[in-house]
C-alpha cells in the first residue's frame, strides 16, 4: 500500500500554467504506475494521464493531450503534472493514483485527497 498526498493546485487564469506534485510515501514506490485524474463539480472522475514504473510510458487523455506532461522522480517518490495552455474547463479537483501492476493502465487502488484546480477565463 502506498499513501499519496498532492499539491499544486491552485487558481490560474486561462493561458497559464500549473504543476502539480504527488508525494508517495511507503516503500517500492518505483514498482506502481502513477496516474492522475480529475473531477469536475457534478461530475464522474476522469482519467488524465498515466505513466508506468520506468517513466517510459505514458498515457493520456485526448483533453489534455500536448497541454499536459506526466513525469516521475522515483528517487524522491513523486510524480508530477505539468500543465499547460490551462482552459477553464480544466476546472477540478486533481487526484493521484498508485496502481500496484506498474502499468500505466492501471488499475488503480490508491488515491490521493486530491487537490483543486480553478482556471479563470
Known amino acids: 500500500q502506498v499513501e499519496l498526498v498532492e499539491s499544486g493546485g491552485g487558481l490560474v487564469q486561462a493561458g497559464g500554467s500549473l504543476r502539480l506534485s504527488c508525494a508517495a510515501s511507503g516503500r517500492s514506490f518505483d514498482t506502481y504506475g502513477m496516474g492522475w485524474f480529475r473531477q469536475a463539480p457534478g461530475l464522474e472522475r476522469v482519467f488524465v494521464a498515466a505513466?508506468?514504473?520506468?517513466?517510459?510510458?505514458?498515457n493520456y487523455a485526448d483533453s489534455v493531450k500536448g497541454r499536459f506532461t506526466i513525469s516521475r522522480d522515483n528517487v524522491k517518490n513523486t510524480v508530477y503534472l505539468q500543465m499547460n495552455n490551462l482552459k477553464p474547463e480544466d476546472t477540478a479537483v486533481y487526484y493521484c493514483?498508485?496502481?500496484?501492476?506498474?502499468?500505466?493502465?492501471?488499475?488503480?487502488?490508491?488515491w490521493g485527497q486530491g487537490t483543486q484546480v480553478i482556471v479563470s477565463s
Open positions: 493514483a498508485a496502481s500496484p501492476g506498474g502499468f500505466s493502465t492501471g488499475p488503480f487502488s490508491s
Open positions: 505513466v508506468n514504473w520506468s517513466g517510459h510510458n505514458t
